[in-house]
Nanobody
Framework: VQLVESGGGLVQAGDSLRLSCATS????????MGWYRQTPGKQREMVATITWRMGRTNYADSVNGRFTISRDSGRNAIYLQMNSLKPEDTARYYCTVARTVMAGVVPYEHNDWGQGTQVTVSS
């Protein structure tokens, strides 16, 4: 399973960016996908998630109303449209997929992660 993020960059406050996450090696059993972010010395935090079957979304309070997560089920890909960016949005953004895998006959949920893409917002 591979996840590759793209679309990060250096922008000014108020600008927009669109992140993409392309996956390969996943054939079925995706439960949800999402975006997390992390800055040095801090824990990785959830930004937005989307359930695969119903497309239900969930956002961190800090980005609600500014960011939009979407999915392309045919391509097993997700996107994050980020508007009205703020300097505090500066972080490395990671894509993750939660899928059901089997340990013998026991199913469990497993997360795969990409390498991340850097977003830097200057004031």
């Amino acid at each position: 399973v591979q996840l590759v993020e793209s679309g990060g960059g250096l922008v000014q406050a108020g600008d927009s960016l669109r992140l993409s996450c392309a996956t390969s090696g996943i054939t079925f059993s995706i439960n949800s996908m999402g975006w997390y972010r992390q800055t040095p010395g801090k824990q990785r935090e959830m930004v937005a998630t989307i359930t695969w079957r119903m497309g239900r979304t969930n956002y961190a309070d800090s980005v609600n109303g500014r960011f939009t997560i979407s999915r392309d089920s045919g391509r097993n890909a997700i996107y994050l449209q980020m508007n009205s960016l703020k300097p505090e949005d500066t972080a490395r953004y990671y894509c993750t997929v939660a899928r059901t895998v089997m340990a013998g006959v026991v199913p469990y949920e497993h997360n795969d992660w990409g390498q991340g893409t850097q977003v830097t917002v200057s004031s």
